[in-house]
């Protein structure tokens, strides 16, 4: 890696560090772009990374997560906390834009000179983040925001990456959930540290809260009857034995219990104990040693996010990839040839030191 930097990426770097907002939005611009000189930025930043608390929140379209963070946001403020956000919104298909309708949501605390928001382009990422993405946060972070939410475009199950971002996880589902919280047992479900049920004013809250209590119960590999009426099960009561079970289990453990939070975003109900658990999270985290673990597995995925950036520029942007397959698509037409063999041709002119 260069150590000496570009004169304009040097100047912006000075600015950066002096705390200039408008250096900030600058070098997220030239990382999301990826224009010359972004990673001798991002590379001199590094020793300024992983002060913030990143908190991560997710899940389906609709859930409000939006309003969340901004009312998040707003309670943070309260208690003199910068917050910089991350709304990744999804992309445009014609321009590769954010549609930046998250922004929008936010316009209550957009005002906020303690708060700095970034509307940004999924880019057609599997799981929800661009490696761009990762990269502004890591800025927010180096800038010196004390909490970093990324809020991510809320596709589903393929939300994983959110995991390689934050500290802490939070998946917010509404009661209309209910229905696909079975199919969501093995995707959502396995990456919440927190869960949140909002707009918890509508009909079918409680029961979303206790199926989700239950749920996590079953995690812990129990399967033996929770309670039950006389007239037969009270999903209620199961569910409140399943939360005490789940307290004991983690207390023993010395594990982290994940709490199911109600909410009423658009009305501030529910933002207080939130944010608390929160709080109480990263200190779990810090107590535990299982922040430094995540953040060394966050780092060795970056490593190789990077290396494979890198690699596919050097092939098709760079390289000879892009003609190699140009000039294969007739012979792949007729049945000459098959995408595996032409990959293998690919990859052995571009490494031909690879055995073939």
Not at 8 to 28: H, N, T, Y
Not at 37 to 56: C, K, N, S, Y
Not at 178 to 201: C, H, P, R, T, W
Not at 236 to 260: D, L, T
């Amino acid at each position: 890696m260069a150590t000496q930097l570009a004169g304009s990426i040097d100047d912006l770097l000075e600015r950066f560090r002096a705390g200039q907002r408008a250096a900030l939005a600058r070098a997220i611009s030239l990382v999301e772009n990826r224009e010359p000189g972004f990673e001798d930025l991002l590379h001199a930043l590094h020793p300024w990374v992983g002060r913030a608390h990143r908190i991560g929140v997710t899940g389906p379209p609709g859930a409000g997560k939006s309003t969340l963070t901004a009312r998040l946001a707003a309670h943070f403020r309260a208690q003199g906390q910068t917050v910089g956000i991350v709304a990744v919104d999804p992309s445009s298909p014609f321009t590769g834009g954010a549609l930046l309708g998250d922004r929008i949501r936010m316009g209550a605390v957009s005002t906020d000179p303690g708060v700095f928001i970034r509307s940004m382009a999924s880019r057609g990422a599997l799981g929800g983040l661009a490696t761009t993405t990762r990269e502004v946060a890591d800025l927010l972070d180096a800038f010196g925001f004390e909490r970093v939410i990324v809020e991510t475009v809320g596709v589903g199950q393929s939300e994983y990456d959110v995991l390689e971002t934050a500290d802490t996880t939070v998946v917010v589902l509404v009661p209309e959930s209910g229905d696909s919280v079975q199919a969501m047992k093995a995707g959502l479900m396995e990456i919440a540290d927190v869960f949140v049920v909002n707009k918890a004013d509508r009909q079918g809250a409680d029961r979303l809260v206790q199926e989700l209590e239950l749920m996590l119960h079953l995690r812990l590999g129990e399967t033996e009857a929770l309670g039950t009426g006389h007239h037969g099960v009270s999903l209620r009561r199961m569910a409140e034995a399943a939360r005490e079970r789940k307290s004991e289990a983690a207390e023993a453990q010395q594990a982290w219990a994940i709490p199911v939070l109600k909410t009423v975003a658009h009305k501030g109900e529910g933002i207080d104990a939130l944010a608390e658990t929160l709080v109480r999270h990263r200190q779990y985290l810090v107590d535990s040693g299982e922040l430094a673990a995540r953040r060394r597995q966050r780092l060795r995925g970056r490593v190789r996010a990077v290396v494979e950036r890198e690699l596919r520029r050097r092939v098709w942007e760079e390289g000879a990839g892009e003609r190699l397959l140009e000039a294969a698509l007739d012979p792949l037409l007729k049945g000459e040839e098959s995408p595996y063999s032409v990959a293998a041709r690919i990859v052995q002119t571009l490494c031909p030191d690879r055995p073939a």
